[in-house]
């Protein structure tokens, strides 16, 4: 077995996978655990929920509502844990 070429590497030196259709819930989750995801979500929420492969307009459309519920709650209790029900 030969090594991984360095231009699969992403910066933290992990190999990176091909990117996998991920379920509205499954991203909601990483958007919660991962601050740089959840900046690029931010900048570009048709490009992230592009590259997550997130296409169906339900799917897209229930992303950013939870997200925009998130945010207001987090506006009127910003104390307050709020869970995102998917």
Do not use: Q
Not at 49 to 65: L, Q
Not at 69 to 84: G, M, Q, R
């Amino acid at each position: 077995m030969g090594s991984v070429s360095e231009d699969r590497k992403d910066e933290g030196g992990f190999v990176a996978k091909k990117s996998a259709k991920k379920t509205p819930k499954e991203f909601l989750k990483e958007l919660a655990t991962d601050p740089v995801k959840l900046g690029k979500f931010i900048l570009d929420p048709e490009g992230a929920m592009n590259e997550a492969k997130i296409t169906a307009e339900k799917d897209r459309t229930h992303v950013k509502n939870s997200i925009a519920h998130f945010a207001s709650e987090k506006l009127v209790k910003p104390d307050a844990y709020t869970v995102i029900d998917c």
